[in-house]
């Protein structure tokens, strides 16, 4: 009768082969000589990543921290690592894992997609909804309604706005813009990138030829710019038309810091240097 599948009983590495009771056997590991009478069923696991040797009670590997115990997916039966078959359920391992793994793996992607489809779709509802309220900008009776309503949208309707505040022929839709985009820059802590896009739409739109969208845009600077709209709302001080002046003012001073006082300090004197002249 042979022994097999046994451990030496000093170190307790596994022993390669199988033996006769009483064969004197030499340990490979640890050099020890006994009797194979003396060597019980195999007590211990070797690591897979270290080789270091562990009592198979251990889960994982007292030298590198590497799992010992396998899994078995189908009945969740803990096996030492190394285990071809189920010791309960006798399914082979890996062929088992490895269909697990692909299973989750075409779920996962099946989700993936079902998540771009509901992105997709939103995306397409969304875009709808605010090419609606631009259109609706086109009437000055709806521009409340209508900028309350993108103002929710925040960053996402900022390049629509740009787009609608330079380009549209309509200038209740231009001016409509520029309202909201002041609204979006006062409401929401909109990204840097996203800032400096709008201020910088917003000076170029200080050169309409509408006072309405001159008057709104120097609003809108007022709220969301910072110095760099100074010197472009200064030159506004010049505008022929009083309210956009005022308007030009109110947003010098809402941003504030030297400079600015330095540009109203010197409108005051201007206005003062006519009203004498005029005199």
Not at 147 to 165: D, K, P, V, W
Not at 259 to 267: F, N
């Amino acid at each position: 009768m042979k022994l097999e599948d046994l451990a030496c009983p000093h170190c307790h590495a596994p022993l390669k082969g199988s033996f006769q009771p009483g064969q004197q056997i030499e340990c490979d590991n640890c050099g020890s000589v006994f009797l194979a009478s003396e060597v019980e069923a195999r007590q211990a696991v070797a690591c897979p990543a270290c080789r270091t040797i562990n009592a198979i009670t251990e889960r994982y590997c007292t030298q590198c921290g590497e799992s010992l115990k396998i899994d078995c997916v189908m009945c969740y039966t803990e096996n030492p690592v190394g285990t071809v078959f189920c010791a309960n359920c006798g399914a082979h391992l890996a062929n088992a894992r490895a269909r697990r793994q692909k299973m989750m793996e075409e779920r996962r992607e099946f989700q993936r997609q079902r998540t771009e489809q509901f992105k997709a779709k939103a995306a397409r509802q969304q875009a709808e909804k605010l090419q609606q309220l631009l259109d609706a900008l086109d009437e000055p009776e709806n521009h409340d309604f209508a900028i309350y309503q993108i103002n929710q949208l925040g960053e996402q309707a900022i390049a629509a706005l740009i787009e609608t505040m330079l380009h549209d022929d309509d200038v209740d839709a231009r001016y409509g813009s520029a309202r909201a985009l002041g609204q979006i820059c006062y409401q929401h802590d909109i990204k840097r990138f996203n800032k400096a896009r709008v201020t910088k739409a917003l000076v170029r739109a200080l050169a309409d030829d509408q006072p309405p969208v001159r008057y709104w845009a120097a609003n809108a600077l007022g709220k969301c710019a910072g110095q760099s709209a100074l010197e472009p709302l200064a030159g506004l001080l010049k505008d022929k038309h009083q309210g956009v002046r005022q308007q030009a003012q109110r947003a010098i001073e809402r941003i504030g810091g030297p400079r600015a006082a330095e540009i109203l300090a010197q409108e005051e004197k201007r206005g003062l240097f006519n009203w004498i002249k005029g005199n």
